[in-house]
T-cell receptor, first 113, second 114 residues
Framework: QQQVKQSPQSLIVQKGGISIINCAYE??????FPWYQQFPGKGPALLIA?????SEKKEGRFTISFNKSAKQFSLHIMDSQPGDSATYFC????????????FGSGTKLNVKP | DTEVTQTPKHLVMGMTNKKSLKCEQH?????MYWYKQKAKKPPELMFV???????INESVPSRFSPECPNSSLLNLHLHALQPEDSALYLC?????????????FGPGTRLTVT
């Protein structure tokens, strides 16, 4: 059973547009939600992460929105650039098993110039 | 500095070979991880070492043998692999403490089994 469901599988956005990737979870014990960015042939890089005590976290052009009651969180990339073209993974973990990340299936983002 | 290094970058091995993957971090992290990633899939956890002790083994076949010689180094010994074991092998590290969840990944070793 997939613990974290991610959508869409792929996304095409024009340069300067907003990219939105969504994730949903069922386990209410999850208390840490990171997003990773991965370029082809490279390891995932931690982009931004959020805890459930806040509803939004912003770092530059990247924002996580968190809806605890709906058990959903999303990544917004403002002013998307061709250099943002990569695969994005959401993940979740809990304090009782913080070493184990449950990853979403990934979203391949293509930002068209 | 959030760097995790991995060697080699690429490895091609036959099914009867023995090889090792190496990972190193100097962030003072006390948890280190091995993940396997197939194309277009998320990373899949294989092993976790916490304070140099194996804490998680995700039922990985015995042809994969992890080793943590010290708090900065992590090895993955490979023997009698199958072609389906071809993948990107990622190492990661984190603080081994609740509340400090961030995992930092290395660039990976691209393994091809022929």
């Amino acid at each position: 059973q997939q613990q974290v469901k991610q959508s869409p599988q792929s996304l095409i956005v024009q340069k300067g547009g907003i990219s939105i990737i969504n994730c949903a979870y069922e386990n209410t014990a999850f208390d840490y939600f990171p997003w990773y960015q991965q370029f082809p042939g490279k390891g995932p890089a931690l982009l931004i992460a959020i805890r459930p005590d806040v509803s939004e976290k912003k770092e530059g052009r990247f924002t996580i929105s968190f809806n605890k009651s709906a058990k959903q969180f999303s990544l917004h990339i403002m002013d998307s650039q061709p250099g943002d073209s990569a695969t994005y993974f959401c993940a979740a973990s809990s304090k009782d098993n913080f070493n184990k990340f449950y990853f979403g299936s990934g979203t391949k983002l293509n930002v068209k110039p | 500095d959030t760097e995790v290094t991995q060697t080699p970058k690429h490895l091609v091995m036959g099914m009867t070979n023995k090889k090792s993957l190496k990972c190193e971090q100097h962030m003072g992290h006390r948890a280190m991880y091995w993940y396997k990633q197939k194309a277009k899939k998320p990373p899949e956890l294989m092993f976790v070492y916490s304070y140099e002790k194996l804490s998680i083994n995700e039922s990985v076949p015995s042809r994969f043998s992890p080793e943590c010689p010290n708090s900065s180094l992590l090895n993955l010994h490979l023997h009698a692999l199958q072609p389906e074991d071809s993948a990107l092998y990622l190492c990661a590290s984190s603080q081994a403490a609740s509340g400090r969840y961030e995992q930092y990944f290395g660039p990976g070793t691209r393994l091809t089994v022929t």
